[in-house]
């Protein structure tokens, strides 16, 4: 069985700061995901990672992934209050050629003044 | 534009009642999937579906119901089986067999009364 740990799960950091979260998987995958989520809304999709090494950036927030330490990491730089949102990533098997995805608990970050 | 349409946005249940949540996509992706959130939680599967007229549960799946008659719809009943209902709901799409991730509808929230 697939699992997703993330952390942290809570996050409060003022504006300005540096941050990493970590999204853990257990089992082998070739792909891994990042969505966001502001209160009481859908996810949004950030970045898709599909390989080994694969680093995206979008302002921000860069994503990379290890698959061999089976790591991503979301890297916040600069933090301002518009980030404050949940963070998922989610991550496929790789044995299955289904779409299924796992996803991780969520790391809620605050960015503070 | 193509996208996925979540209805109704809020939904009200009585105890002992079956009640239907609406999920179409017009994006032409093959698959669908139902999940779950409960406050501060992650996103848990409740169905999918990779082809129409074919389904798969999910890791939280008594108590839901679901039918995949058309390529673009994929309804979810919540029966009087389930027992704690109340929570978010999100419907989404993907390619099937692709790494594109999901695009996820707008939610619907239900509430036991």
């Known amino acids: 069985e697939l699992k997703v740990e993330q952390n942290p799960l809570f996050l409060s950091m003022q504006e300005g700061k540096n941050y990493t979260i970590y999204c853990n998987y257990s089992?082998?995958?070739?792909?891994l995901y990042w969505y966001r989520q502001d209160p009481g809304k859908s996810l949004e999709s950030l970045f898709v990672?599909?390989?080994?090494?694969a680093v995206k950036q979008e302002g921000r927030l860069m994503a990379s992934l290890d698959t061999k330490a089976r790591l991503s990491t979301l890297h916040i730089t600069a933090a301002v209050h518009d980030l404050s949102a949940t963070y998922f990533c989610?991550?496929?098997?790789?044995?299955?050629?289904?779409?299924?995805?796992?996803f991780g608990e969520g790391t809620q970050l605050t960015v503070n003044p | 534009d193509g996208g996925i349409t979540q209805s109704p946005k809020y939904l009200f249940r009585k105890e002992g009642q079956n009640v239907t949540l609406s999920c179409e996509q017009n994006l032409n992706h093959d698959a669908m999937y139902w999940y779950r959130q409960d406050p501060g939680q992650g996103l848990r599967l409740i169905y999918y579906?990779?082809?129409?007229?074919?389904?798969q549960k999910g890791d939280i799946a008594e108590g839901y119901s679901v039918s995949r008659e058309k390529k673009e719809s994929f309804p979810l009943t919540v029966t009087s089986a389930q027992k704690n209902p109340t929570a978010f709901y999100l419907c989404?799409?993907?390619?099937?067999?692709?790494?594109?991730?999901?695009?996820f509808g707008s939610g619907t929230r239900l509430t036991v009364v």
């Open positions: 990672l599909l390989s080994n090494g």
């Open positions: 579906s990779q082809i129409v007229n074919d389904f």
């Open positions: 989404a799409s993907s390619r099937s067999g692709t790494y594109y991730g999901y695009t």
């Open positions: 089992t082998t995958s070739d792909r």
């Open positions: 989610a991550v496929g098997p790789k044995e299955t050629s289904g779409s299924r995805l796992t």
